[in-house]
C-alpha cells in the first residue's frame, strides 16, 4: 500500500494531499513506474522542464523503508533538462524511509517559489521555510544548517548544490551520506523552483498490508542476500570490485573512450581503496550489503565518502589520472557542488580529448591547459562548470551541447544527451542496445546488462540465456526482459546491485501489497513500465533516429581486452525491436503490443 | 595419458603443468597464497575430496589430495558441486562468473582474487589443458 503524496504549489506556497489510485499501485506498484504513469498527462513536447509548469515528483517504492532487502530507496521523476525526454533518478540514503515515516509516499511539486525556500515535512503536516541564506551553499552544507535549524535528531535532507542553483542539465540531488539522484538533472529541476532542500522526519509505522508474512520473508531474504558471493565482493570491495576484472576484458573505458589499457600496475578499483585508504563501510537504510566506502586521505579532514565505480572510473581512467586520493577528491566535489559525476567526468574528456586534438585551445578554455592525467585542471573545470563560469559555460552544456558547440557533436559519447556510463559496449555488447534504448539516454541502470554479459548473471526464473559478451542479435531478446526485469526493480525500489531472486522478490511484493502476483505478472508490469515511458519519449520528440550509439563505441578499440571488436549495431536493434513488439520502421510500440499491456489508452499521438 | 578428475594422478599433472607452463609462470608471477578447492559431492560425484595446491609466484610448490572431510586449512577456500567444477574445467563456466553466481563459495581475501583475475583465469587454463577423463 502506498500513501497519500504531498502537491506543493512553489508558486502560491500551497501544500495539500493527493491520493494515489490503487488501480495503479496495482498495474505499476510505485516509485519510477508508477511515476511514469502519474506524469504521463502532464509531459508534453512543448513543456519546458525548467518552468514553473513542469512537476517534479518525488516517489517511494512499495517496499521502501521496510529493512527488506536493499529497498531503502526512492525516485526522482521530471521531465530532463538534459535530454527533453524522459528524467528519472533513484537514490538510497535514509530520506525516503523518513518520508513514508511522516506519512506520505511522495511529492508532486510545481511552480517556482518568489525567493529560494526549502520544504519541512514532520509527522503529516509541511511547511516551507526561507533559504536565502542556503542559496549557494554545498549540498552537505544546506543539509548540515538545515539540520541545526530544525533541531531534530534523525532529520533527513534532500538538497541541490550550486548546480542545481545553476541549472546545470547535469545537477544531482543528495541525501544523508552523499547518496545521489545523479541523472537527468534532477537538481536542475529542483533548482529551476528556487527549491533548495526537502527536510523529513518521521515518527510512524512503514504502511504494510501484511507484516505476518513479509517478516519471516524479509528475514530469509536478508540472510541470503548477506551471504552472497557479490554482497560479500561489494562490502569488502565496494562497487568498484569488478573494476580490475572490466579492465581486462576491455570493459572498462580509457582516455574518453579510446583506449582498453592504461598502462602497467595501474588500478583504479575497489581493491586498490581497500588496500590503501578504505577505513570503513556505509550502508543505506537497512541494507545488509553496506557497498558506501569510507576513506581517510590523510589530510586532516578524517573520514568521508570514497569514490563508488562510475565516479573512479570517470575520473580515474577516463581522464588518465592514476592518483586514487585525486578521484576521491574530485568525486567528493561533484557532490558538494551537486553536479553527476557521470556526467561531469564526461564532459571533461572530452574537453581534455579536444584538447589534445587543438580543437579548443587555452583561448577557449581561459588559459586552462587540459591534459590527460592532471587532477588539478580536471578540478577547475568541475569548479567552473557547477557556476557556469568562464570554460565551465561550456562544460555545462553537458556533452552533446558542448560538442556541439565546438563543431563535433559525434565526439560526444552520449545518448540523447546522457552521457555513457563507464561500462563500453565493446567489452559487453548488451550495453549496446541498453545505452541505445535507454528512456533516460546512455543509462546503465535501466538494464546493466554488463553483468549478465561478464559476470553470467541470468537471473533464474527470467528466461535469460547466457550468450558471449561479444555476440549479437541473439541477445536483443534478453536485453528486453532484463529491462523490463530492471523497470520492476526501479518500482519497488530495489538496489539493482543487490541478486534478490525473482521468487524471493514475489514473496515480499505479495505481503507489502497484499496481492497475489506471479513472476510472468511482475515481467509484465516491468514490460508495461518500459513501454509506457516509451510513449512518453515518443510525445516529447523521440523517434527510432534516437536509438543510436555514439561514435566511439562503432569504431574498434586499439588495445585492451576487446580490442578489434565493435558491436552489431544495426542487426541488434532490428531484432530488439522484433522482441518488443515495435514498429521496426520507427521504433513506436505497436497498438497491439499497448493493448496487451493494458495501455490501449496510450496510443502514440499522431 | 588422462587421469580422472578428481584424483591425485590428475592433480599432479596438474603440478607438472602448472610448473612447465611459461605463460602461467610470468601471469602468476605475483601470486601468493595457497589454495583448497573443494570438490563436493553431487548425483554424480559420491565423496567429497579437496584439491591443495600451494600456489607461489608462479609455481605450484606442493599439492595434496585430501579425502577426509575436514577442510584443508588454506588462504583461499573455493567450494562448489562436483558438476559446476566439471563446467569449468570443460570450459562451460568460466571461473569468474561462477564467484559472482554462486556457482562457487569462496573464502578468503576477495580482494586479492579480484585484483588477480587474470591470474585466476590462467590457472584455469592450466587445469582445463590438463586432461582428464571421469
Partial sequence: MLQPILKVDLTTRTIREGPVPRDWVRDYFGAASLAARMLYEHLTLDLDPLSPEAPLLFLNGPLTGTAGPAVGRFVICAKSPATGLWGEANIGGFWGPELRRAGFDGLWITGAAEAPVYLWIRDGRAGLHPADHLWGATTYGAQSVIQQELGETGTRVASIGPAGENRVPFALILCDHGRVAGRTGMGAVMGSKNLKAVAVKGSGEVPLVDWAAYKPARSAANRALRDHNQSVVLRDLGTASGAEYFDYLGELPKKYFQSGVMGPGYHASGCTVSETILVGVS??????????????????????????????????????????????????????????????????????????????????????????????????????????????????????????????????????????????????????????????????????????????????????????????????????????????????????????????????????????????????????????????????????????????????????????????????LSAYYQARGWDPTNGRPAPEKLASLGLEWALPDP | MTSIFPSPEWLNDLHNNLNSDSKYGEVARKWEGDISLIIESDVRF?????????????????????????????????????????????????????????????????????????????????????????
Fill in chain 2, 46 to 134: 559420491r565423496d567429497t575430496v579437496i584439491l591443495y595446491l600451494d600456489l607461489w609466484h608462479g609455481r605450484s610448490r606442493a599439492v595434496e589430495y585430501v579425502v577426509h572431510p575436514d577442510q584443508k586449512p588454506a588462504a583461499f577456500v573455493i567450494s562448489a558441486p562436483f558438476s559446476n567444477w566439471l563446467r569449468i574445467l570443460q570450459g562451460d563456466l568460466n571461473p569468474v562468473q561462477a564467484m559472482a553466481t554462486m556457482k562457487l563459495k569462496v573464502r578468503g581475501n576477495m580482494a586479492y582474487i579480484m585484483r588477480n583475475v587474470p591470474t585466476v583465469l590462467d590457472f584455469t587454463r592450466v587445469a582445463q589443458e590438463t586432461p582428464h577423463h571421469l
Fill in chain 1, 283 to 572: 550502508a543505506c537504510h537497512g541494507c545488509v550489503i553496506a557497498c558506501g566506502r569510507v576513506v581517510d586521505l590523510g589530510d586532516g579532514r578524517g573520514r568521508r565518502k570514497g569514490a563508488e565505480y562510475e565516479t573512479m572510473a570517470g575520473f580515474g581512467p577516463n581522464l588518465m589520472i592514476e592518483d586514487i586520493a585525486a578521484v576521491t577528491r574530485l568525486g567528493e566535489r561533484c557532490d558538494e557542488l551537486g553536479l553527476d559525476s557521470i556526467s561531469a567526468s564526461n564532459v571533461i574528456g572530452l574537453a581534455f580529448k579536444f584538447y589534445e586534438e587543438g580543437r579548443i585551445t587555452p583561448a577557449d578554455t581561459g588559459g586552462l591547459p587540459l591534459k590527460w592525467g592532471d587532477p588539478e585542471a580536471a578540478a577547475a573545470c568541475v569548479e567552473a562548470a557547477a557556476v557556469r563560469k568562464g570554460f565551465g559555460r561550456f562544460l555545462a552544456l553537458g556533452a552533446r551541447g558542448f560538442g556541439r558547440y565546438f563543431g563535433a557533436e559525434e565526439a560526444a559519447v552520449q545518448v540523447n544527451g546522457l552521457e555513457a556510463a563507464y561500462h563500453d559496449p565493446r567489452g559487453a555488447s548488451g550495453m549496446a542496445l541498453s545505452y541505445a534504448t535507454s528512456p533516460r539516454g546512455a543509462c546503465h541502470n535501466q538494464s546493466d546488462f554488463f553483468f549478465v554479459d561478464v559476470l553470467g548473471q541470468t537471473v533464474d526464473g527470467l528466461g535469460l540465456t547466457f550468450h558471449s559478451r561479444h555476440a549479437g542479435a541473439e541477445k536483443a531478446r534478453d536485453v528486453a526482459i532484463h529491462q523490463n526485469w530492471r523497470s520492476v526493480n526501479n518500482a519497488l525500489v530495489l538496489c539493482i546491485l543487490a541478486e534478490v531472486p525473482p521468487d524471493s522478490i514475489l514473496r515480499l511484493l505479495n505481503a507489502a501489497l497484499g496481492i497475489d502476483e506471479t513472476l510472468p505478472g511482475l515481467l509484465l508490469a516491468g514490460e508495461r513500465a518500459w513501454n509506457i515511458k516509451r510513449v512518453i519519449n515518443h510525445r516529447l520528440g523521440l523517434t527510432g533516429m534516437n536509438d543510436r550509439l555514439p561514435q566511439a563505441f562503432l569504431e574498434p578499440m586499439p588495445d585492451g581486452g576487446s580490442a578489434g571488436f565493435t558491436p552489431d549495431f544495426t542487426g541488434m
